[in-house]
C-alpha cells in the first residue's frame, strides 16, 4: 500500500519554463512534507517542506503548493535550469510516528538547454 | 564539516557473509536514521536512533542490526546476508525529532550487491 505517491516517473522541460512536479498521498494523519533531491551517486538533499497548515511555501525557484482536499501537493520550480536535473523525492510526516519519512518512488527531471 | 559520511561505498558480499556499514556525522546530531533504496522504490526505514545508546526498528528491520554506541555513529549490521539485500543504502541525520519538524541530512549511500 503505497502512501505516497509520485505518478509521473519521468518529466522533460526546458530550460527557462516551468517544471511542475506532483505528488498524492492517502494518509490523512500526515501533517508535514518535504521534498528531496537526489544527484545520481549522491545521498538525497533537503529542498523545501510545508507543514499542514499552510496552502504554499516559497524559497527562491522553489515553490510547494499542498491541496488538503485532494491530498495532493506539487512543486514548482521557475525558471528550471539544467543543473535542476534530478530525481525528485516526495515524502510525508505523520503527527504520531514522526520518525518516519514516508518516500513517494521519485520523478526523474530532465531539463534541456 | 563532513556531514554525513559512509563506510564503505560499494562493496559486493557472497550469500551467508557478514559485514557492518559505518554512518559517521559531524553535526552533533541526535537522531540517525539507515535507509534503504531499490530501483524504482523510494526510501525506506530500515532502523533509527533517537539518542546514543537507543535504537528502535523502522519499516523494513528484518535481516540488519545496528548500534549506536557513541552520538557520532550509527552502525548497520548484517549478520547473514542474502541477495534480498542488494540495495543502495542512505544514512542520514536530524538534530532533533518531534514535535520540532528537522530535516534529515543524508550521506552519499553505500551499494551492496550480494550474490
Known amino acids: 500500500d503505497q502512501q505516497v505517491k509520485q505518478n509521473s516517473p519521468s518529466l522533460s522541460v526546458q530550460e527557462g519554463r516551468i517544471s511542475i512536479l506532483n505528488c498524492d498521498y492517502t494518509?490523512?494523519?500526515?501533517?508535514?512534507f518535504l521534498w528531496y533531491k537526489k544527484y545520481p551517486a549522491e545521498g538525497p538533499t533537503f529542498l523545501i517542506s510545508?507543514?499542514?497548515?499552510?496552502d504554499k511555501n516559497e524559497d527562491g525557484r522553489f515553490t510547494v503548493f499542498l491541496n488538503k482536499s485532494a491530498k495532493h501537493l506539487s512543486l514548482h520550480i521557475v525558471p528550471s535550469q539544467p543543473g535542476d536535473s534530478a530525481v525528485y523525492f516526495c515524502?510525508?510526516?505523520?503527527?504520531?510516528?514522526?520518525?518516519?519519512?514516508?518516500f513517494g518512488k521519485g520523478t526523474l527531471l530532465t531539463v534541456n538547454p | 564539516n563532513a556531514g554525513v559520511t559512509q563506510t564503505p561505498k560499494f562493496r559486493v558480499l557472497k550469500t551467508g557473509q557478514s559485514m557492518t556499514l559505518l554512518c559517521a556525522q559531524d553535526?552533533?546530531?541526535?537522531?540517525m536514521y539507515w535507509y534503504r533504496q531499490d530501483p524504482g522504490m523510494g526510501l525506506r526505514l530500515i532502523h533509527y536512533?533517537?539518542?546514543?545508546?537507543?535504537?528502535a526498528k523502522g519499516e523494513v528491520p528484518d535481516g540488519y542490526n545496528v548500534s549506536r554506541l557513541k552520538k557520532q555513529n550509527f552502525l548497520l549490521g548484517l549478520e547473514s546476508a542474502a541477495p534480498s539485500q542488494t540495495s543502495v543504502y542512505f544514512c542520514?541525520?536530524?538534530?532533533?525529532?518531534?514535535?520540532?519538524?528537522?530535516?534529515?541530512?543524508f550521506g552519499p549511500g553505500t551499494r551492496l550487491t550480494v550474490l
Open positions: 494518509n490523512s494523519m500526515f501533517d508535514y
Open positions: 536512533s533517537v539518542g546514543e545508546g537507543t535504537t
Open positions: 510545508i507543514s499542514s497548515i499552510k
Open positions: 515524502a510525508a510526516l505523520s503527527g504520531g510516528s514522526n520518525y518516519k519519512l514516508t
Open positions: 542520514a541525520s536530524s538534530l532533533s525529532g518531534p514535535p520540532v519538524y528537522n530535516e534529515q541530512f
Open positions: 553535526m552533533n546530531h541526535e537522531y
